[in-house]
């Protein structure tokens, strides 16, 4: 395969994001977009075209018909009128007649509009200065390895972190988390890792540990990992304001932290209460905030998930005065229609609001730099500091870090979740687009919480998604505080739970050799169907996945069904699986199915020509367990077929992955 012809265009003058780490000459001519004065550029669509991209932020696969922004948001409430999440991805493919792909590199808000005020015509607008580049090829993976050779190829976490993540918010101390361990071993159902939410600090202190609740960290952390399980804690972007804490004294008196105008503290609310946004985008502060990681990795933790780096903001001091000051001016009043909604807004608008980031500046080389104009690089900056930090304090070996903001070029350092999706079935279809998006512009770590975030499961939700979920390699159940309880055990149906959770561990190596050759080679896990077939059909199936080349995934997202319809580019076998050992399976032929999936089955589909290799699990209760060298296989047919197996040579760090790789032949 040879680089695509990669055209560089500026516009403007950028604020360098670190996306980039391949030298492209500039041209003064850009094909297929028009460039405006103000810079906003312009293309007509044909009527067949699809748009893919944007990472994992709201709608569908085909991008076409929505108005999107990058802007880096926290936003909770993840419906389809939304126009942002918490990751900006730059990346988009043009599938048409016309078949390129574009990465618009800036730190700052765009507005693309991709066929939402004409459906016939894209026009893609940024605040700032950017950086384009644009790319054509003959297939749509060729499009996204142009990605992967200008941005460099994504991060490959150790092999436990492709096991089972258990998380909750409201997991409070030691005994919590061992009853949580212990019905999962008890029921023989694999656990890896077990997350920590906000209620393991001290008064959600980053990098502090409550003394009451957990009275020897690392001695816990010792007890868990004897038994293979890893605790993954959140790290939370804002620092809160306490004078007695060394942590945030230390950030005053070095002054990294981001300022209002008059260089004063920005004192923002966030869970702590009075906080202030370390500066991520001076690379002093961002190595200090970075060097605090140690207070965990000392206690032996080896993964982390940072929040709440969008930034988030619940309000910010100055406006919190604002609006009590107002507020009292309602007191004694007849209020009307008008006024009451007025005064009602005056709390309800405080939260996340834009305007925040017009507020407070960063400090960069000396210069002064507004919140917006860096706002989607500000938690990706975060966790560069933190996987920086990590490989300085542990040198010989590969942590798992995952970020809820993101823009690319995080991908080389991390991994990214979804955010706080809802138990909702339209959110388990979603999540099969959001994996497709996420891996496109190289976050190949991600995933969903499984189950959904906030609101009610229910057990056929969980088992549903599930069967999608033992897919993703992130692979986490997380809930809200006060939701209805949603670990695997809480619904009855232990075992077609245990079953679909069996399937997970057994399908292990497959999963990670999958993973690591779209690492290896700028690919992808998860691909929608027209990136591997031709035909026109293909080019509509957004709620079927390939993974890797040989394998597709068709999950049930609707509740009460019994089976779904699902498309056949060209014949394959058909395993519906309840188990690793209890399936069943028939040879279909390419065309429209109804095939019927009762709850506790997962339909896996293979094509001639490929293998989907399966390791032993009786016994396992998590990947350490799971033994590579012994694996069968589940076949098409008779005849011989290869396979490229990765083995994760261990958590040590200098790992060049392809010495890993090995054929079998089943
Ligand atoms: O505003 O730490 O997305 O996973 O459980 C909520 C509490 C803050 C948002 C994260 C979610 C996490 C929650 N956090």
């Known amino acids: 395969m040879t680089d695509p012809n990669i055209r560089k265009f500026t516009f403007g003058k950028p604020f360098p994001t670190g996306a980039v780490i391949r030298d492209v000459p500039e041209t003064a001519h850009l094909p297929y977009l028009t460039v405006s004065e103000d810079g906003s550029l312009s293309m007509s669509l044909a009527p067949e075209t699809i748009l893919y991209g944007l990472g994992p932020t709201v709608r569908g696969l085909n991008k076409r018909g929505w108005l999107y922004e990058s802007a880096n948001r926290d936003d909770s409430q993840h419906t389809e009128e939304k126009h942002a999440l918490y990751g900006s991805h730059n990346f ?18 765009v507005v693309w509009d991709l066929g939402y005020t004409d459906s016939d015509r894209i026009s893609i607008t940024a605040d700032d200065g950017f950086t384009l580049y644009l790319w054509e090829a003959e297939t749509l993976p060729e499009l996204v390895r142009g990605l992967r050779v200008l941005t460099g190829a994504p991060y490959v976490p150790p092999l436990w972190a492709f096991g089972f993540n258990q998380s ?61 399980i890893h605790m993954v804690p959140i790290v939370d972007a804002a620092l809160k304001a306490d004078e007695a ?48 990681y140690r207070a965990l990795t000392d206690a032996g933790v080896r993964g982390f998930w940072n929040d709440m780096n969008e930034p988030a903001i619940f309000y910010s001091e100055d406006c919190l005065r604002e609006v009590f000051e107002k507020i009292r001016t309602f007191q004694d009043r007849d209020l009307d229609l008008d006024s009451f909604f007025e005064m009602r807004n005056l709390f309800g608008s405080l939260s996340h609001r834009d305007a925040y980031l017009r507020d407070y500046f960063h400090t960069v080389g000396g210069e002064r ?21 990590l490989k300085e304090q542990l040198p010989d070996e590969r942590v798992l870090l995952f970020s809820r903001s993101s823009y690319i070029g995080l991908h080389r350092s991390a991994g990214i979740w979804y955010g706080d999706n809802r138990s909702w079935w339209s959110h388990l ?22 189950g959904g975030f906030g609101g009610d499961a229910t057990g056929d939700l969980a088992l549903r998604w599930l069967a999608f979920g033992i897919f993703s390699p992130l692979f986490r159940n997380h809930s809200i505080r006060g939701s209805r309880p949603q670990e695997f055990w809480r619904f009855g149906r232990e075992e077609a739970f245990r079953g679909v959770l069996k399937l997970r561990y057994a399908l292990l190596p497959f999963i990670y050799s999958e993973f690591v050759k779209a690492a290896l080679s700028g690919g992808m896990y998860f691909l929608p169907l027209s990136f591997v077939f031709s035909d026109a059909r293909s080019r509509r199936v957004e709620d079927q996945l390939m993974i890797g080349e040989g394998v597709m995934t068709a999950p049930v997202c609707e509740q009460n ?23 069943d399976t028939e040879l279909l032929p390419a ?21 989907l290799p399966l390791a032993e699990t ?49």
């Open 92 to 109: 988009l493919i043009v599938d048409g007649p016309a078949r390129f792909a574009l990465f618009l590199d800036t730190p700052g808000w």
């Open 168 to 228: 909750r918010w409201g997991y409070r101390d030691e005994n919590d988390l061992r009853e949580v361990i212990r019905r999962y071993r008890e029921l023989d159902m694999p656990l890896d890792m077990v997350s920590l939410d906000l209620d393991y600090m001290e008064g959600c202190r980053d990098f502090t540990v409550s003394r009451e609740r957990f009275p020897d960290f690392a001695d816990f952390n010792r007890e868990l990992a004897g038994e293979g």
């Open 245 to 292: 804490w060394p942590v945030y004294r230390e950030c005053l008196e070095k002054g990294f932290f981001c300022r209002k105008e008059d260089g004063s503290p920005f004192f923002v609310g966030v869970w702590p209460g009075k906080c202030v946004l370390p500066d991520f985008a001076d690379p002093e502060a961002a190595a200090w905030f970075g060097r605090q």
């Open 369 to 389: 730099i507004r919140g917006d104009k860096l706002r989607n690089i500000y938690g990706t900056r975060m966790t560069e500091a933190a996987a920086k930090a």
């Open 429 to 450: 279809k979603w999540n099969v687009a959001q994996a497709a998006a996420a891996g496109m512009s190289g976050f190949l770590y991600s995933g969903a919480d499984i």
């Open 561 to 583: 069904a019994d089976g779904r319809f699902v498309y056949l580019p060209e014949p394959m076998r058909l395993f519906r699986m309840r188990s690793p050992k209890d399936f």
């Open 591 to 611: 065309g429209d199915h109804f095939l019927s999936c009762t709850l506790n089955e997962v339909l896996v589909f293979l094509r001639k020509g490929y293998c």
């Open 618 to 666: 009786d016994g396992v209760r998590n990947s350490r367990d799971v033994d590579f060298s012994r694996l069968s296989a589940l076949k098409y047919d008779e005849a011989p077929v290869s396979y490229t197996l990765y083995d994760d040579g261990g958590v040590r760090s200098e790992l060049s992955l392809e010495k890993y790789g090995r054929t079998l032949v089943f």
